[in-house]
DNA sequence: CTGAAAGCGCTTACAG
DNA sequence: CTGAAAGCGCTTACAG
């Protein structure tokens, strides 16, 4: 602890390169590059010499150097909406497992509205394949990958047609049909529906599956009663409020996610709407906290931990083999039957007069 | 739409490099790199032809290339626990937002102890800084990154010694100090609480002022009703539990952040524990969920967003000036009073012979 | 304003 | 098994 000892420095030079190692251990550069790799086409001596003198110098290969020349980044890029909403961490979570556990680093990226996804900044080589979470129908990205060779997957939402990429997805159709058909066992016959975007195709297949399902059965959906908007929270607590106010409220209301149908219950629950008693509400996800007890919402249940995995292997396998043909893979959903629905029991609902259902219990 | 219509594919090589598009603007290689950037040491008419060049080839310039000489990635890494806990979306997502609008990408990598961050994956010099939001008090992360001249900062937890690094934490004291107080002003005497790791930041400082407030104001924090754990939900829900069974609950329970007080009072509610006539729950964070009327928990307010736009303020500063002294700066918190306390109403619970509280609702 | 030269830090044939 | 050479795709002085 005295002021004298300054003693071992690491390195004259802050960030070692190759060069400082080979000179530590009295070889040449390439011979350090070989050692730290393979260490096949070299002596066991040499490594060992290279492998003390690269750990002195607390030396690590730098990453644009070698990707430089290998092409290759040991990095995949994911794009997703904003983290904010509750569906988008639970399948980034599992994506970036899947490449964490396949030796890959994870670059997030995000598309939204207000701050749209700059597409270069995937075609400038430094990814070795794209997972998007959140295309829309009409997205040009697929074709620029594709265009750029730069391998990808489509994981959540699909399009026709992915050339040089695969597609692993919910069966959001059957799914939908699923949460129809339940509904009318039920007895329903006074259905909504808070929809998502048609630009999307979970939006698109979630709404087709339902509302051909209903008309199989014969049970028309409420016009009145049908609502679409983004797949967000407030879009399910608009959409609740709205058919509320405009007395078109039925018996039971399928919504197109989680965080709709959650917008949906907290709506119910702010407008002293009794659920399921008066109203049934289903989503499509099971998100973790659709379980919870407070929560206990029926929905749709989808295994995202499972279509991210697939997704992943899917573009790993790609990345091996870029001209494998697309391949498409529909993950099975079932009904996750909770407290958020039951047989209709009373039809009639009056609107206004409602008030709270849960106190605030602020006490002074 | 005719088959032999195959007329202009973008360029033979797949992938264009620099040369391509000198080649193409009939100038040299350089020329093409100046023109795309400044601008300026180039002449309008040059600048104009690579421009159009680039376009017709579709070039992006590859960025191992340009990061190799530059020494800059425009690359930052975030270091953070499982997104699927609700807590971390809603601090990488702001902290993403940031990056993204100061012309970042963010490198996400995730520190657990079932996968382990790798440290050298933030020291080959693939990234311009790091975040660190997940530091445990004895992480050698900050010192290697302050080795290898890595900016960085640590974003809702700290460490007393970051050298080379900034630090933007909540005022966890203070703001565990005021859920003490509050409680205290209501009436409780008999007070738990669940608190999170000694091993970090947050949990020794939350800790530390609630304890302290309570002392302070000469009510002693029931020994019984204390647990310790990981700051996930099953830790508040088990909490509950156990204090129940073991009959030594509180009036008032306190827990370090809202995932746990999420749990809790999941318990409570499955234990048919009225929140908050029979029990007050207090949470920290103010996640947005916490909120939701069907929530509707009391928490310690923190401005999540704020946190990670100061933060990442702090290290896109320190990229700029590397040798710049350390910083500290701390966000006061508040408290969101909502329906999850009240004053104690009813002092002995008993155990057991206890149902759900809400039924399931599941109807053949 | 522009080109020729050098070099960032690696890996990969190519000889020996 | 190992070194000398070349080169990945850029940027940056250096001349002109």
Redesign the pocket.
Known sequence: MSDREEPLRPAPRP?????D??RLA????????????DG????????LRVLQAAQALG????E???S????RSRRIGIVAARLGSPFYPALVEPLHRALTAGGYRTVLFTDEDEVPLEVENLLD?SLDGVILSTCELTSEVPGELSRRAVPYVLVNRSLDETPGGDVCVIDNYFGAALAAGMLAELGHRQVGAIFGPQSTSTGRDRERGFRDKLNELGIPLCALAVRHGPFHYDTGYQGITDLLASEALPTAVFCSNDAMALGALNAATVLNLAVPDELSIVGFDDLPMAGWPLINMTTVATDLAEMAEVGARLLLERIDNPHRPSRRVEIPPSMARRGSHSKPRSSAVTPGRREPRRADGVVG
Chains 1, 2 share one sequence.
């Open positions: 960030i070692p390169t190759s060069r190692v080979a009295g070889v040449s550069q390439p011979t350090v590059s070989r050692a730290l790799r096949q086409s070299v002596s066991p001596d040499t490594r030396y690590v290969i730098k644009s150097g070698r430089l020349v290998t092409h080589g």
